[in-house]
């Protein structure tokens, strides 16, 4: 490709086969089919099957696939059966949702469209950036997104913020006049051209297009940072520890008992289907499909709350966050400028208070902007501070727009040297002459006295140290009609001067307090200024001192020093960073033991979302670069979002326990049957079948249901869980092993009082599988909270959990009369009076459950969430 850099715009026009007047329609068409549209590469979308396939890598599953396997070994198809049906339903799902999010992702990335202003003809079009091509000539201004890599032809006070590419956090001036001799020139150092992606932060260009899509700077190296090596999401770890343990445990238990079986002199084949009831009653074949419900309702519940999942997995990963590190600019701010105020003298006209005429009207005098229909407010074009003052002074006096409008009689461009610009209209058969600017640079050209001069330096300053951007503005009316003339004879009025903020976004405060009662540590990385930054920090309460600010500078000699992350533990504002310290600084607090959350945008934010633990990209302003490197993508780009993502994550990860404890409880009571037959050498109480029965039909229904519980009171005022903290902590393993004894204890002395009063072995597991189904029935209440007592749960909260449990009993009674199930599960109806009587001994667990809760509660000196 021809370095354009090296390059007069003369000879770059002609290259391009184009002039300064641009293409006709015909030609434009023509290169438009030649060279492709002007859009940054995109992977291949994944086929379904493939994936279908990925829902089978979990651990679990694959101890499932090995149960199945072993299940057609010993000619129990049925039971391998059942489980392949529930891996099929459970890989369905998975595939349904994952397919659902990656078709969101697409329409948010196709509704988010670029467009550009290019002459056709001779004559300006607004046209969508895709549609741009080779030698289209390009209008650019403050706030424009440069749309391909261009050759400039001309500048004006030209600056861009190209850090989305280089990392480089200050502006780049920009000449077209420059010319390079060094063809491999960096990037960054390219003074003559605008890059894809990139930013005018202030000044005016026209340039022709060199190079687009793939051929752009930022096309180049879009494959490369789009591909996004994971960093363990806490559900993945956790459940990876917890299938390893089962494997551990099922492994050694057969072992141990097959020796036991041998020593007393088993048949081999007994003993096979001894092991193959323990391994059906230890896998928690429910499992799966009940985690992705859980997942993927908090899915649904989220991109109803603004966030797009691209990962289910990541839910629970933004639940187990302890800190986010935050862009300040579009996520807790608007990205947009606005007037709060325009003092005058002594009084102070805020956004909402009275007009007054001077300061309105001299507002728009000295402004770049342009309405662009309808004479709107919100329709305003052009550079930031112009459009903060235009919006600012026509919502008040709407027929401003005339003078805003109207021709100006001489000007003085807006230039950083100058630090100020300035206009004359002609008024009343005079001219007014407006200008604004900088306040100690309006200052030298007011005709003041002194001591008014030093009284309003000190005012302006006390407005700027509370994070405001100060422009100043004065005035003249003379028959003079040039500006300049008026300048030199420094005799301006001074009108007054406004304070400009960038507004934060509505319910950032509150979000941020609801981090603070969550045990959440917010940062905030931003390339702005530290006192801006400061002071937008101390007002979220980020940070109360200044000692808690690093600059760009501070985190160079920080890194220079080693990079310890004890030294940053403490700061909660990191501004003017570039990129690559985004990148350091949260794997320094990864170091510190943090699970980090970062948001970011652009190409060169593609790292930190990396190595984030969980990476979020702004959904509007964010690059397709980092949308496809991000977990979750912020359709509103807004900090609130991300916090109810945090809340909707922590509900998930809530329910996935309570669906733990459920499954793994009623399993260990299944073991208890297994062993307890073991040792007192009766016949195996319940068949591979009926476990089956109860783990995958049953109880499957319940925990389907459980998994949609709401979130529990208070879920956002506890302290987030130790980043390393097992599925299996001590609140899990008591409430377990106290639930599944009293279940296994109970259903094998049913069992064993059963045989030795005259019941056939039939008979006595029918009615043990009765008594296992109402303690499913009854146990899946108990599991509704691991704190709160069961009077205190609002059941009616879950309507669909009530109806499973009466599905879950119907369903058994149904198969207790219809013949198939009869006879595939060898069972018979049961009277009503016996039914009555395992219900009172299936009643009996709550009482045990909360007695359990209450204990607990108490040697914790009543700590937790009760």
Request: with cysteine.
């Amino acid at each position: 490709m021809e370095a354009f850099h090296t390059l007069s715009a003369e000879k770059a026009l002609e290259l391009t086969d184009s002039s300064p007047n641009g293409l006709s329609d015909e030609e434009a068409r023509k290169r438009l089919a030649h060279y492709g549209p002007n859009t940054l590469p995109e992977g291949r979308p994944k086929p379904l099957f493939m994936t279908f396939l990925e829902q089978f890598k979990s651990p679990i599953i694959i101890i499932l696939l090995i149960a199945a396997v072993i299940s057609f070994t010993i000619k129990e198809t049925l039971d391998a059966w059942f489980i392949l049906a529930v891996l099929v339903i459970n890989a369905v799902v998975g595939t349904w949702l994952e397919h659902s999010a990656a078709q969101k992702a697409q329409a948010l990335k196709s509704s988010v469209r670029t467009f550009a202003n290019v002459l056709r003809d001779g004559r300006i079009r607004r046209i969508e950036a895709k549609d741009l091509t080779i030698g289209d000539i390009v209008l650019l201004e403050s706030g424009d997104k440069v749309p391909a890599d261009i050759r400039l032809i001309e500048s004006h006070d030209l600056r861009v913020d190209e850090s989305l590419l280089t990392g480089e956090s200050v502006v780049v001036e920009k000449s077209a006049l420059a010319i390079f001799d060094d063809p491999e020139l960096p990037v960054a150092d390219r003074a003559n051209m605008l890059f894809a992606g990139t930013y005018v932060t202030s000044g005016r260009a026209k340039g022709v297009v060199v190079a687009v899509g793939l051929q752009t700077q930022i096309g180049r190296i879009a494959e490369m940072l789009a591909q996004k090596s994971e960093a363990k999401i806490p559900l993945i770890e956790r459940l990876e520890r917890f299938s390893k343990n089962i494997a551990v445990a099922i492994t050694v238990a057969s072992v141990v008992l097959f020796f036991i079986a041998l020593y007393q002199h088993m048949a081999i084949a007994e003993i096979f289907f001894l092991i193959i009831a323990l391994f059906v009653s230890a896998v928690p074949e429910g499992l799966p499909v009940a985690i992705t419900v859980a997942l993927a309702a908090a899915a649904v519940a989220m991109s109803k709350r603004h966030v797009i999942v691209r990962k289910l997995a990541a839910i629970e990963g933004l639940g187990s966050c302890t800190m986010i590190a935050t862009d300040k600019t579009g996520t807790l701010t608007q990205n947009r400028l606005e007037v709060e105020r325009f003092v005058v003298s002594d009084k102070i006209y805020d956004k909402h208070g009275n007009r007054h005429k001077d300061p309105l009207e001299t507002m728009v005098v000295a402004n770049e902007a342009r309405l662009s229909k309808n004479n709107d407010p919100s329709s305003i074009l052009g550079d930031q501070v112009d459009v903060a003052f235009a919006v600012f002074a026509l919502r008040k006096r709407p027929e401003l727009a005339e003078l805003l409008e109207a021709e100006r009689i001489d000007t003085i461009p807006y230039e950083s040297s100058k630090k100020m610009s300035g206009a004359t209209v002609k008024k009343d058969g005079k001219y007014l002459h407006v200008i604004k600017g900088s306040p100690e640079v309006i200052l030298e050209y007011v005709k003041m006295d002194p001591f008014k001069k030093e009284y309003l330096t000190k005012e302006i300053e006390k407005w700027a140290a509370k994070g405001y951007r100060i422009i100043a503005v004065a005035k003249v009316e003379s028959k003079e009609p040039s500006i300049k003339t008026l300048l030199e004879q420094k005799i301006f009025e001074w009108v007054g001067y406004a304070t400009i903020i960038d507004p934060l976004r509505e319910g950032v405060e509150d979000a941020v307090k609801r981090c603070h009662r969550a045990g959440i540590t917010v940062v905030m990385v931003t390339g702005d200024h530290p006192s801006t930054a400061y002071h937008i920090a101390k007002k979220l309460e980020i940070a109360m001192s200044p000692e808690e600010v690093m600059d760009g500078e501070m985190l160079a000699r920080w890194t220079k020093n080693g990079e310890d992350p004890e030294e940053i533990a403490d700061i909660r504002i990191f501004a003017r960073v570039a990129p690559v310290q985004k990148l350091q600084i949260v794997k320094a607090f990864q170091k510190l033991g943090h699970y980090v959350a970062v948001t970011g945008d652009g190409v060169n934010d593609a790292p930190a979302l990396k190595f984030a633990n969980i990476g979020i990209a702004m959904g509007k302003s964010g690059t397709d670069v980092a949308k496809e490197s991000a977990d979750l993508i912020l359709t509103d780009d807004a900090f609130p979002s991300i916090v109810n993502g945090i809340e909707e994550g922590r509900r998930a990860y809530d329910n996935i326990r309570k669906v733990i404890h459920l499954l793994i409880s009623t399993g260990l009571a299944e073991i208890i049957l297994v062993l307890l037959s073991l040792v007192f050498v009766t016949p195996v109480p319940l068949l591979p079948i009926h476990l089956l029965w109860l783990n995958l039909v049953t109880n499957g229904i319940q925990d389907v249901a459980l998994g949609l519980e709401k979130a529990e009171p208070g879920i956002l005022e506890r302290p987030p869980r130790r980043p390393n903290e097992p599925i299996f902590n001590g609140v899990m393993i008591s409430r377990i092993a106290t639930g599944g004894l009293y279940m296994g204890l109970l259903a094998f002395g049913l069992f064993y009082y059963l045989l030795n009063n005259g019941y056939d072995t039939d008979s006595a597991r029918n009615l043990t599988l009765m008594l296992m189904v109402l303690f499913e029935n009854v146990h899946v209440f108990n599991s509704r909270s691991e704190y709160l007592p069961i009077t205190r749960i609002k059941h009616l909260q879950n309507p669909l959990l009530i109806l499973s449990v009466i599905a879950a009993q119907a369903i058994h009674l149904a198969a207790l009369h219809i013949p198939l199930t009869q006879k595939l599960l060898e069972v018979e109806p049961i009277p009503v009076k016996i039914w009555d009587e395992l219900i009172l001994l299936a009643l009996g667990l709550v009482a045990v459950m909360e007695a359990e809760k209450w204990i607990r509660n108490k040697i914790a000196g009543n700590k937790g969430y009760t």
